[in-house]
């Protein structure tokens, strides 16, 4: 529900602004209001559909339709109360509470002011009413914006944390599997081979009048063939799995492209250049080319404005694997050292684990993850 909350919201807040305007429209035909006080709404409604494309240009919109009321001695409470809406439907788009709140608080505090002709609480308080109304209405749909940001957030690691949960059990059930192959074939398998070869022994030194015994001989070691198959089929599938789903690997570089796709689907916009690094990658350089494009990702998630262009690319004459991330510096960015986090000394680890390396670049307005892997490992 949490999901859904926000664009429910959102498209709430459209529908009232735009039946507020329509009333305004129809209230000032009905009077015959002046030219002028057509303005407001329209400007505000102007506003709120370019603020979808140019949001901070919407903001601007928005903040000046206080002051076109002074225009016309129309009362003005109806755009007044159209900004305060506006404010809430533009921080839960994603523009920061601490611009629009006192940007529309003020315009709406000094507006209504010169409409009314005093600020004084004690002989009119709509001016800090509206004002007050504004700031809350940004505060409230910048809420509202963090905490479905929160949760999605939280849910992204919560998927995190099963898939890595997932692979270890996996991981662990594959390897007793192996120990199970391997005490079949060097206990019970060799057990068996024995059994046979006696028995075959024993056959050829029984004397040919012995015909009973012989049969009973034959009879066992057939019995003993067959058990030898059964066992082969089992040692089959306990080393390779082909008769059963095939087991959920350590995640590497071919499942970079789904990795990026999940972080579309969480809400990051990324430019992508993934080219095929073929099969002939190192399994250790694979799950770090995999896990340092999934930390940056999330820094990028996490700290940017929403924006990241990523570049993994093969170079086959150097023998070695490119990748670049790039995003940009977001309003939730606090810090301006590279390296500064946990994640990002991982990553430079993790590189040079394999034998690659990792730098970072802080240049303001972006941030970029550049590493360098060999395809064959640390030698």
Known sequence: ????????????????????????????????????????????????????????????????????????????????????????????RGLPTLSVAPLLALSVFVSAGLSIGTIDVSIDPSPSIFAFAAAMGAVIGGSIR??????????????QEQTARRAAVDRSIA??????????????????????????????SLPPDERTVRASLQSARESVKEVLKETQQI?????????????????????????IESYRTGGLSIESHVESLGEDVDPQVSIAAYRIVQEALTNAH???????????KRDVQKNRVYMEIINGYGSRNRSSEPGGGNGLVGMRE???????SLQIHSEPPLFRIVASLPLSGRK
């Open 175 to 204: 390897q007793e599997r192996l120990r199970i192959a391997r005490d079949l074939h060097d206990s019970v398998g060799h057990q068996i081979a024995m059994v046979n070869m006696h028995l075959g022994a024993a056959e050829v």
């Open 146 to 159: 963090g905490n479905e940001q929160y949760h999605r957030e939280v849910q992204l690691r919560i998927q």
């Open 1 to 92: 529900m949490w999901r859904l909350t926000p664009r429910i919201v959102e498209v709430s807040l459209v529908v009232v602004i735009l039946l507020a305007g329509l009333v305004d429209f129809y209230t000032l035909a009905s009077s015959h209001g002046p030219w002028q006080a057509y303005a407001a709404p329209s400007i505000l409604l102007l506003g709120v559909t370019i603020g979808y494309r140019f949001p901070w240009v919407g903001l601007a919109l928005i903040a000046i339709v206080p002051f076109i009321t002074l225009l016309s001695n129309v009362d003005a409470v109806a755009a007044w109360s159209m900004v305060c809406f506006a404010g809430f439907l533009l921080t839960l």
């Open 350 to 356: 993790r590189a040079e684990s394999v034998g690659g």
């Open 302 to 312: 996490r700290y940017g404005d929403g924006i990241a262009s990523i570049t993994v």
């Open 235 to 259: 040692l089959a599938i306990l080393n390779v799995g082909r008769d059963e789903q095939q087991l959920e690997a350590t995640p590497g570089h071919e499942l970079i492209t789904h990795l």
